[in-house]
């Protein structure tokens, strides 16, 4: 075994550095840190315990492809696809948040009782917040409730 001392970012490649940049601190409440000049166009954010680092694509022909791709996965099989999760609460009052911004959105409820939204970012990422989280080594945990009659 290696030995890690903790993480650090996670680096997105991005169709449009502002565009994206905009959307996390805007929805999220990110904050840009200074970044050193480097050979491509982008930004480091910093926000709910991790940096995100955002970096211009390189091959807009491949990334349109990926991108293609996530939205299929978003559309067709959430909440079974790759993603990154935060908890949050009142997910109705963060629906309605969604709503009036025009984020594209979907509600769930997973088997052990968590209410879910998962949300698309610019680049078609796609991001779950929850209700809650079982603790290590359970599998329920007590929901805050949503509608999911509707998907949006």
């Not at 169709?15 to 601190?25: K, L, M, Q």
């Not at 315990?49 to 349109?64: C, N, T």
């Not at 939204?117 to 929901?143: M, S, V, W, Y």
Request: net charge negative; glycine share 6%.
């Amino acid at each position: 075994m290696i030995k890690i001392e903790q993480f650090h970012h996670i680096t997105n490649e991005v169709s449009s550095v502002d565009i994206t940049r905009d959307f996390y601190v805007k929805i999220f409440g990110f904050e840009e840190v200074k970044r050193p000049n480097l050979r491509c166009n982008g930004a480091w954010l910093d926000g709910l315990g991790l940096h995100l680092h955002l970096i211009e694509a390189y091959d807009m022909v491949g990334f349109e492809k990926r991108k293609a791709v996530r939205l299929y996965e978003f559309e067709n099989n959430v909440p079974f696809v790759d993603h990154i999760a935060f908890l949050a609460d009142d997910l109705e009052r963060i629906g309605g948040t969604l709503e009036q911004l025009g984020v594209p959105f979907k509600k769930c409820k997973t088997t052990f009782g968590a209410a879910q939204i998962f949300l698309l970012d610019p680049d078609g990422r796609i991001i779950e917040l929850a209700a809650c989280a079982p603790k290590r080594n359970e599998i329920a945990c007590t929901p805050i409730e949503i509608n999911t009659d509707e998907i949006n």
